[in-house]
């Protein structure tokens, strides 16, 4: 089947997998944090599959966008936040352009959260209490490093990997100096909530000091 014809034949939220449910944004609280909080309660108890996976977008030094999907780690009065090495392709892209853009779909329940805002690099102390907060795997991977530089093979990928799991293993708190907590402080988030009849309801939050604007936008 060509790609075309495979395109046509998909359909976007079937009743089988998916549950659009009604949103009423005039009840929705005055802050995004609470309503980001219960939509994604609402996609765990769905049984949305990793729901805490996200799209980040961000671009480099001449300003062309980047994008790719990371893992949320928090959510909390100081922002959204992600982590990487400071010396990875989007580390390198957020020492450059400290702004980024998040996005999460779940589909299971026709939903997406959009975040943008300018993004800090928290302490180095909590950057590596993150790391050592996660499992062995995540801590062997940080410990290979090199991520985005060039691979000869992956011979020498299975290598360094199988070094860094015992190192992982051997010393389950070892630093990781370029291992970054990075917090995202947003000063858009966008809801929304898809439709069947595609009257989507899309709520939008926008900071205006010392608090929050609500505003509907057209589907």
Same mark, same amino acid.
């Given at each position: 089947m060509e790609l075309h014809e495979l395109l046509r034949s998909l359909r976007?939220?079937?009743?089988?997998?998916?549950?659009?449910?009604?949103?009423?944004?005039?009840a929705a609280p005055d802050e995004p944090l609470p309503l980001f909080t219960a939509w994604f309660a609402d996609a765990v108890a769905a049984g949305q599959t990793e729901p805490h996976t996200m799209s980040l977008a961000t671009s480099d030094e001449a300003g062309r966008p980047d994008v790719?999907?990371?893992?949320? &780690?928090?959510?909390? #009065?100081?922002?959204?936040s992600f982590a990487t090495h400071v010396t990875s392709r989007k580390g390198r892209q957020l020492s450059a352009r400290p702004y980024a853009a998040l996005g999460f779909y779940w589909p299971v329940l026709g939903r997406q959260v959009r975040v943008r805002g300018p993004v800090t690099a928290a302490p180095s102390t909590q950057s590596q209490a993150d790391l050592h907060a996660r499992s062995t795997g995540a801590l062997a991977a940080?410990?290979?490093? *090199?991520?985005?530089?060039?691979?000869?093979?992956?011979? +020498? $990928?299975? /290598?360094?990997?199988?070094?860094?799991?015992? &190192? #992982?293993?051997?010393?389950?708190?070892?630093?990781?100096?370029?291992?970054? $907590?990075? /917090? $995202? *402080?947003? +000063?858009?988030?966008?809801?929304?909530?898809? +439709?069947?009849?595609?009257? &989507?309801? *899309? $709520?939008?939050? *926008?900071?205006a000091e010392p608090g929050w604007v609500r505003e509907l936008l057209w589907p």
């Open positions: 976007v939220w079937a009743p089988e997998v998916t549950a659009l449910s009604p949103f009423d944004p005039e790719r999907t990371v893992m949320l &780690h928090g959510a909390d #009065a100081d922002g959204w940080a410990l290979t490093g *090199r991520q985005s530089e060039v691979l000869g093979s992956l011979a +020498e $990928l299975e /290598r360094v990997s199988a070094e860094s799991w015992a &190192h #992982a293993q051997r010393e389950p708190a070892a630093p990781v100096p370029t291992w970054t $907590l990075y /917090r $995202l *402080r947003p +000063e858009e988030v966008e809801f929304f909530q898809g +439709e069947e009849r595609r009257r &989507h309801v *899309r $709520l939008n939050y *926008r900071r």
